[in-house]
């Protein structure tokens, strides 16, 4: 079905699928620090309503003064625990000593997200980055995994924080690859505060087909991360855009689509992240690009954007 008669049916359902457009503070940069209010100036200037902060042992500032200025700018805060995560923290380890020393870890970033006022804590929450077991998977992994979320997710609920999960590709974990292993754990874990991020990045060597990944996570889609094979600007490379935004017309609630790359300007740090094109020489520049495909992207699909300053 073409974007022209999906846009159709859109508009005789009488459903809209309304979008939030935000942005990665890595396309700036890698620690977040009190000097950095001026991202959130900026993210407002363009046009963003929505801006994830990365957290971390190694990250320190102050979380009240930055949610407070990200409020009255109207932007949404989410978090991700993308900077230090020791290597012995993940719920879904071999070991029990990981496992808890991984729920006690989560919860102590779940309650710095509620003091920033982020809405929800994102990322690979279910296991760690970097973590690939090259071995037949235990019985008991995925429902051990499922009871860990489960409490996660319990606790960010008391604190007013959703938490959201995101499949990653084979090079970067094991557990978690596709939207339907995202949707099974979910199922497992059995708890309403538990949603789903999908990555076009990390999809496209995992899915086959794009719409029904899609459509799969559609019940409990919180967002997408939309940058292209490359983690470059969107457009222009292999991901079908127009699967994509066939598959998020069926939306009925916001579907925040969220810029995500490493900056690889001067004195950015992709190199660090296994980035070794230039794809994002300027944040601004990169932000303006995309934006003006994503948007066209919405206007054909018949759906539209939140107005800034949407609590939605």
Not at 235 to 242: R, Y
Not at 255 to 263: A, D, F, G
Request: aromatic share 8%; proline share 5%.
């Amino acid at each position: 079905m073409g974007l022209q008669k999906h846009a159709a049916l859109t508009i005789l359902s009488g459903i809209t699928t309304k979008f939030k457009f935000g942005a990665h503070q890595f396309l700036w940069k890698s620690h977040w620090t009190d000097g950095d209010l001026t991202i959130l100036d900026q993210a407002h200037t363009l046009g963003l309503t929505l801006l994830e902060i990365s957290l971390g042992d190694d990250v320190q500032f102050d979380r009240a003064r930055v949610g407070r200025h990200a409020e009255s700018l109207g932007i949404e805060l989410t978090v991700g625990p993308g900077n230090l995560w020791p290597e012995d923290c993940n719920i879904s380890s071999d070991d029990p000593h990981h496992r808890q020393f991984g729920l006690a870890w989560h919860k102590k970033t779940i309650q710095q997200a509620a003091e920033l006022g982020a809405v929800a804590y994102c990322g690979a929450i279910y296991s760690r980055p970097g973590h690939v077991c090259r071995r037949p998977p235990p019985a008991d992994e995925l429902p051990r995994t499922a009871d860990n979320l489960h409490l996660l997710a319990e606790h960010a609920g008391k604190l007013g924080v959703r938490l959201v999960i995101e499949p990653m590709s084979r090079f970067r974990i094991h557990l978690v690859n596709t939207a339907a292993q995202a949707m099974d754990l979910a199922r497992l874990a059995a708890h309403p505060n538990l949603l789903v991020n999908l990555d076009t990045y990390h999809m496209i060597t995992e899915e086959r087909d794009y719409g029904a990944a899609i459509r799969c996570a559609l019940p409990v889609l919180w967002g997408v991360h939309t940058c292209e094979n490359d983690r470059g600007v969107p457009g222009g490379g292999l991901v079908p855009w127009t699967a994509v935004f066939e598959a998020l017309g069926g939306a009925t609630g916001c579907v925040r689509l969220m810029l995500e790359t490493y900056n690889t300007g001067p004195g950015g740090f992709g190199y660090s992240r296994g980035i070794f094109q230039n794809v994002c020489p300027d944040a601004e520049q990169f932000i303006r690009q995309s934006l003006g495909f994503l948007r066209r992207c919405v206007a054909q699909a018949g759906s539209c954007e939140l107005p800034l300053a949407s609590n939605t």
